[in-house]
């Protein structure tokens, strides 16, 4: 199993960034997948998941109404829309695989997901 995540970068506050995870080694369309982040000295925190076959979603308080999470099977692919960027939301993000097959629904537990892609920094200026 591989996720290669991109996309993050140095913005300001109040812009956008997609980040972008591709899987690859399983069967994409049969695993819910989520994004998570940890800034330095904190621990890792749930932002977004979107179950395997993309009808189902959650998001963490932080980001609700500002992100969007889709998944795209056809390319092997998740995304992540962030919008309206704070700074608090500086950290390095990570797209994880769910480790159950076609769960029913959307887990926000770090522990159930049994694959993590490598990060990709995102840096947010007041």
């Known amino acids: 199993v591989q996720l290669q995540a991109s996309g993050g970068g140095l913005v300001q506050a109040g812009d956008f960034l997609r980040l972008s995870c591709v899987g690859s080694?399983?069967?994409?369309?049969?695993?819910?997948m989520g994004w998570f982040r940890q800034a330095p000295g904190k621990e890792r925190e749930f932002v977004a998941a979107?179950?395997?076959?993309?009808?189902?979603?959650a998001y963490g308080d932080s980001v609700k109404g500002r992100f969007t999470i889709y998944k795209a099977n056809s390319n092997n692919a998740v995304y992540l829309h962030m919008n309206n960027l704070k700074p608090e939301d500086t950290a390095l993000y990570y797209c994880a695989r769910d480790q159950v097959t076609r769960r029913l629904g959307v887990s926000d537990r770090v522990s159930e997901y049994g694959d993590w892609g490598q990060g990709t920094q995102v840096t947010v200026s007041s």
């Open positions: 080694g399983f069967t994409f369309s049969s695993h819910a």
């Open positions: 979107i179950s395997w076959g993309g009808s189902r979603t």
